[in-house]
């Protein structure tokens, strides 16, 4: 891959995340991935339960159909909509990656906590030399 | 708990839940977390990396800041900023929820597969009676 190409490659990886994000930070668009996420159904089913116009409904479905999450085919006269199981791919990635990176701290506070309750316990009162256990460093 | 207070719970959890999904939906504001997921910084160490004004990364700073994600404090005259770790716990547990579902989904599918292939292969030509195991239901 080029450079030109690798830096094409990161922006749109970068817009898909943009757009998924964007797709998730709203109530209603959350709901309708809920529902869907238990099976596919047509538009008017999905929009049944909220208190809202079919068509207020139809614009969260679009912009859930641009970010790639949600997915449309014809049946006859009905609209099917159904997640696009690997659209949460790259953001699930991502969340993944950055919680490697908390754990991996909250792992390293863990254990310096561990070892200053250590010192705590040996303190300068109860210190002996046969406390000390010297492992292989 | 009454219902009015359980409403109000969700609806907060549903307010939190969308500002730190919209606070997500930018690359920049993206790579600040990634930076401070690796150590604390103070404003003008994470803003040196960018091709932007100090003013336009502060901007991204403080919407960070609003959804909780990003934390800030005074040492002396530096303003250092570092990740709140459970601001992403709620986003983490939606996003865990959903791909629960269709892990579900997807264990059942491939199931169906693994039933239709091994159809397929004691199909009408090689069916016999000894090729069918019965193990219990």
């Known amino acids: 891959m080029t450079e030109i190409e690798a830096r094409k490659d990161a922006a749109s990886r970068a817009a898909r ?17 809920e529902r869907l996420s238990r099976s596919e159904a047509r538009v008017t089913e999905v929009a049944e339960p909220f208190h809202m ?4 409904v139809s614009k969260h479905i679009r912009v859930l159909e641009a970010s790639g999450v949600v997915e449309r085919r014809r ?3 009905d609209h099917i909509l159904s997640i696009n199981t690997h659209s949460l791919d790259e953001v699930d ?9 908390w754990e991996g701290r909250l792992d390293a506070m863990e254990r310096l906590l561990r070892e200053l309750k250590t ?3 040996l303190g300068p009162k109860d210190r002996r030399p046969k406390d000390r256990k010297h492992g292989p460093r």
Chains 1, 2 share one sequence.
């Open 93 to 101: 990635g991502w969340i993944e990656r950055m919680r490697r990176y």
């Open 75 to 77: 049946k006859g006269r």
């Open 17 to 33: 995340l943009d757009a998924v994000f964007a797709a998730l930070a709203d109530p209603t668009r959350r709901a309708i991935i």
């Open 53 to 56: 116009s079919l068509n207020a």
């Open 119 to 121: 010192d705590y316990k």
